[in-house]
């Protein structure tokens, strides 16, 4: 019994004593511990990654805002109106006011901006929207009416302001349209444009005031910022859609119906075009089908 105590006692001595084993334990326990710091190291480095870029895209959606969207009044009645415009974009992002045949920008008007007064300071103002049209390209044009349409009036077709603001482009110049405070804008004026946008109220008094209808569309463009920008996906630019349009209007022309049947053909082609947001691809696939059919025709 006593030899094997012995025994026992100077195999552990002998563990205890061992120092490649006890080096190799320490190189384990070293790596184990290296292994982690790397891993959270590494998370770290993914997150930071991650937020620079959220943080890079949120900065560059920011700069489309203030650069890209112009916001424009058109023969506005009242100058305060102007000053509540003013503020209202402010408190979006949005820095473009464009004043179409304004009245006297009294102190009224930068008395309502408060701090947006540089706004209305530095305004583009013309005389019609062909002006403005012609000094600015503009690839997108929406109209904004309290007064929507149907079936049998295409122009005032209307989406809501929450499908505008996720679907729309802020990488293209984009001009969001306001009316008169006592008509609105005119048919001639929405025919121009490429979309309408309007406000579901109630009935008994749909017509809003122009800052409050200006903040429930900017808040719907300021919320809806394309997060996940995927290539190939850049909305068609006004150019696209125009040579698209002509070359539909060819088609159209050649076909044996009225000539009003013929315009409400080609506002319906425009109308679905412009509402489904085509990209750049799109148009020039859908072009490139139209003249297959004019050539097919001229056979």
Known sequence: MGDAAVSEESVVNQHELNPSEKETKEKTKANETSTKKAKKKSQSN?????????????????????????VV???CETPGNIGFLARTMA????????LINPPELKEEAFYQAMHARH????????????????HVVIDFKVASTGVAGGSYNLS???????????????????????GREGNGLTNKEIESCDITVSIPTDPSYP????????????????KNRNEFPVEGLEESTSIE??????DMAEIIDTLPIPDHKK??????FKNIINRAFITGREAHTLKGILRRLKMKQEE
Not at 119 to 131: G, H, Q, R, S, W
Not at 241 to 246: A, F, S
């Open 207 to 222: 017509i809003m005031n122009i800052s409050h209808a200006a903040a429930i569309i900017f808040y719907e463009l300021f």
């Open 91 to 98: 408190n979006f992002g949005l820095s473009k006011l464009v």
């Open 46 to 70: 993914s997150k930071e990654i991650s937020k620079h870029l959220e943080n890079n895209l949120y900065e560059k959606e920011t700069e489309n805002l203030k650069n890209n969207v112009y």
């Open 73 to 75: 009044f058109v023969e």
């Open 263 to 268: 315009k409400t053909g080609l506002r319906s």
């Open 241 to 246: 859609k125009e040579y698209l349009l002509k």
């Open 156 to 178: 005032r077709i209307p989406i809501k302001p929450e499908e505008l603001g996720s679907k729309i482009n802020t990488n293209v110049n984009t001009a969001i349209i306001f």
């Open 119 to 134: 706004l209305v300071e530095n305004a583009m103002i013309f005389d019609t929207l062909n002006d403005f049209y012609k």
